[in-house]
């Protein structure tokens, strides 16, 4: 007897997506439910450097959308990438020539072209088969601009994923459609889950293998519904692919006609962009990265009205962080919670009446107050209090344990200060997804961690803000990242 795939379908969407629009991203959109993906056209809209963000009127235009990849060993990752690549029409003749030649060198088995050869570009990489480190592919189509990253499937690669991840907008976590979902690919999801990436497509890859059987991949999405329920993510999509052959990539597959569900590449291109989302929506956030001070020290090219306008600036630089600013705005600066007014904004050289989250800017205060690298310019009434103790969800990436004792540096933003772990509170269990006691954490192990901190940091938690709730803990004496860090809501 086969599965009711419409009533998995609406179960599984009503699990994932409940309580999305209060998910990490503050007041962003909710993301696509069900089995169809419907584009936001009404999301905020900034324009930093060389990428105009978002929509005016409705009328949609062209947004940057981050995505990564992961999911266990040679679960079709770089394969998946580099058939996404070609069938966007993102890959130039000579490339396509230079990997068909690889490809029949290297006796490809399946047909002419190895697509998994147009991310591996390292000799290593190529040599056994397998992705080392992230790589970096940029594309673009009519209705958007993409930057991805393919992240290493391996166990000793995982810290590359989390450099991958923490910054995407999506992750696609692939699953073999004839394993299921396995230990690596938990770690990876629970990986999502710690860094709070707004949309995580499934996508279970190789289903040819499987004779494009209904059954089994209704299987692997209920297993998907409930590992996303216990790590508590939200705006889950599951759909059958096959990167090889080019299913449901860019084109419906007519072999699928049980899934009538959006290609991978219409998700990606209608998912809205969360992290400029949460970015635009939440209070004024700088934190300052260099007081300029220029003291007489000015370009002999700088006329002399100009030369004594700026022979006293003094101005904050910094990316915003979150928020918008314009002149005549009340600020409040941390540590210290003195309020001022802003007085000038400078984008780029040129001054400016406003400026949003992620510009690069510098500030000028009404006011002379003590505000070096590592503090933060919040608007009034708005910004987060210090705190001298966090308990924060860590994942460990150097060989050297993390242990109750152990002293680090903790940076936050453009502040760095040293700390102390106070407490190991517990470990996650990868397979269970459930929490156990802990004496320390060892590499590629996820646990909760209460940090002592020598001096006060504007912490908050990373579910109500990604620059805000994120920490990377140091190591004291040569400098390695020892950990990724978020913190945990009180």
């Known amino acids: 007897m086969g599965i009711d795939t419409a009533d998995v379908s609406s179960r599984f969407a009503r699990s994932t997506t409940e309580g999305a629009a209060s998910s990490t991203t503050g007041?962003?959109?909710?993301?696509t439910t069900g089995d169809t993906a419907r584009s936001t056209g009404d999301s905020a809209s900034s324009t930093t450097g060389d990428t105009a963000r978002s929509t005016t009127g409705g009328a949609e235009a062209t947004t940057l959308f981050r995505f990564a990849t992961a999911g266990s060993v040679d679960d079709g990752k770089s394969t998946l990438v580099g058939r996404l690549l070609h069938d966007a029409k993102a890959i130039l003749a000579d490339q396509l020539e230079q990997v068909a030649a690889t490809s029949r060198q290297r006796g490809f088995a399946h047909g002419d072209f190895d697509f998994a050869l147009l991310t591996d570009g390292l000799r290593a990489e190529r040599e056994q088969g397998i992705t080392i480190d992230v790589a970096y592919r940029y594309f673009a189509t009519d209705r958007r601009s993409f930057i991805l990253a393919d992240c290493p499937g391996h166990v000793q690669y995982t810290r590359n994923m989390v450099t991958g991840s923490a910054t995407a907008d999506a992750v696609i976590v692939l699953v073999d459609a004839?394993?299921?979902?396995?230990?690596?690919?938990?770690?990876h999801l629970a990986v999502v889950s710690l860094l709070r990436v707004a949309h995580v497509i499934v996508a279970v890859n190789k289903i040819d293998l499987t004779g494009f059987?209904?059954?089994r991949f209704v299987e692997i999405e209920l297993e998907a519904a409930g590992v996303a329920e216990q790590l508590g993510l939200h705006g889950v999509h599951v759909l059958p692919v096959s990167a090889l052959e080019g299913d449901n990539i860019v084109e419906p597959s007519p072999r699928?006609?049980?899934?009538?569900?959006?290609t991978l590449l219409q998700l990606l291109e209608t998912l809205p962009t969360a992290v400029d989302a949460d970015e635009t929506a939440s209070a004024?956030?700088?934190?300052?990265?260099?007081?300029l001070r220029p003291q007489g020290g000015l370009s002999p090219e700088i006329d002399a009205e100009d030369a004594e306008r700026y022979r006293d600036f003094?101005?904050?630089?910094?990316?915003?962080?979150?928020?918008?600013?314009?002149i005549g705005d009340a600020v409040e600066v941390f540590p210290g919670g003195h309020t001022t007014t802003v007085t000038g904004i400078h984008v780029a050289g040129v001054e400016a009446h406003a400026a949003t989250a992620p510009q690069s800017v510098t500030?000028?205060?009404?006011?002379?107050?003590?505000?070096?690298?590592?503090?933060?310019?919040a608007a009034a009434g708005a910004a987060p209090q210090g705190r001298r103790e966090a308990l924060v969800e860590l994942f460990q990436l150097d060989p050297r344990p993390v242990m109750p004792g152990s002293k680090v540096l903790v940076k936050h933003g453009t502040a760095t200060v040293q700390a102390l772990v106070a407490e190991v509170v517990d470990r996650r269990d990868l397979e269970t997804l459930a929490h156990e006691d802990a004496g320390s954490l060892a590499v590629n192990e996820i646990g909760r961690v209460r940090l002592r901190l020598a001096a006060e940091l504007p912490l908050e938690p990373y579910e109500t803000s990604r620059d805000g709730g994120s920490l990377v803990l140091i190591h004291p004496a040569d400098g390695a990242t020892l950990a990724a860090a978020t913190v945990v809501g009180d």
Request: cysteine-free; charged content about 25%; aromatic content about 6%.
């Open 284 to 291: 004024f956030r700088l934190p300052v990265q260099l007081v």
């Open 213 to 215: 059987d209904e059954n």
């Open 256 to 262: 699928t006609p049980w899934y009538q569900g959006p």
């Open 178 to 187: 004839r394993k299921g979902i396995v230990e690596q690919t938990r770690r």
């Open 27 to 31: 007041d962003t959109a909710p993301s």
């Open 363 to 377: 500030l000028t205060l009404a006011d002379e107050l003590d505000a070096a690298r590592g503090a933060v310019i």
């Open 314 to 326: 003094r101005g904050f630089a910094g990316r915003i962080s979150a928020g918008s600013v314009r």
